[in-house]
């Protein structure tokens, strides 16, 4: 078992280079500072979304209590108020657990085919009076997305978010190894499939990506080539809400 926190930061609008320079410099200075973090990602959004999310902080964590030392840690605070308060207009947060099929699946999250390509991440909000066993149904379905033929995900992982207090319910990571195979993931059957599992109790959803390397440009534009909650996906959760 694993801890995946994400951070989806708001920053200002007309925040400078140089800002966001030193937001990073801050941010990546953590995985130095916290032998705790056992994988770490950050970066631009490459898409505008509804919510206003302009960066993605992505951890993971060997326990709960690793997150919670690291959150409550002075230079973590000292770095914030510093470098991300100064641009900060708000942010969302998920914090999940997931299981792993191997100790080294958790520790070695940065080998060759996490070098490069692109951090894709999803949060969803459900219906207040979903069951328990009907979000582990579609978490559990999600999990399976990286055998499914055509996918190409590296790694993905899904989870309950446990932090109180936010807006949406679950959350879920994935890598992938470029824009052509994210594009393929939120086409494929399997992955729609799951999508539609949702679409009855679902409430808001919000996806982000953005590159890990300098390989990919970051771009303000829509993915290329691939749909990020397409009009048909938001028109079928009005008509699943309104059934």
Known sequence: MIVEHLVFFKLKDGYTQEQENDMYKGLWSFKDRYNSIMSMSLGRTM??????????LYMRFPTKEALTEYLNDR???????????????????????AEMESDLASLYREGENFEHGLEHVELFKVKEDTPASQIEEILSAFAELPKKAG???AQLT???????????????VARLPSVEALGAMLEDRAYQEVLEQCYPIL????QAAYPVDDSLSRVDEPYSNC???TPTASQAITAAQHR
């Open 203 to 206: 409430e808001d959803h919000l």
């Open 47 to 56: 898409i505008r979304n509804v919510d206003g999310v302009t960066h993605v």
């Open 75 to 97: 230079y973590r605070l000292e770095i914030s108020y510093k470098y991300i308060v100064p641009v900060f207009n708000g942010e969302l947060v998920c914090d999940f657990e």
């Open 158 to 172: 899904a989870g309950i978010n446990y932090t109180a207090g936010q807006k949406y319910t679950f959350g879920l």
């Open 227 to 229: 749909r990020v909650l």
């Open 151 to 153: 996918t190409r995900i």
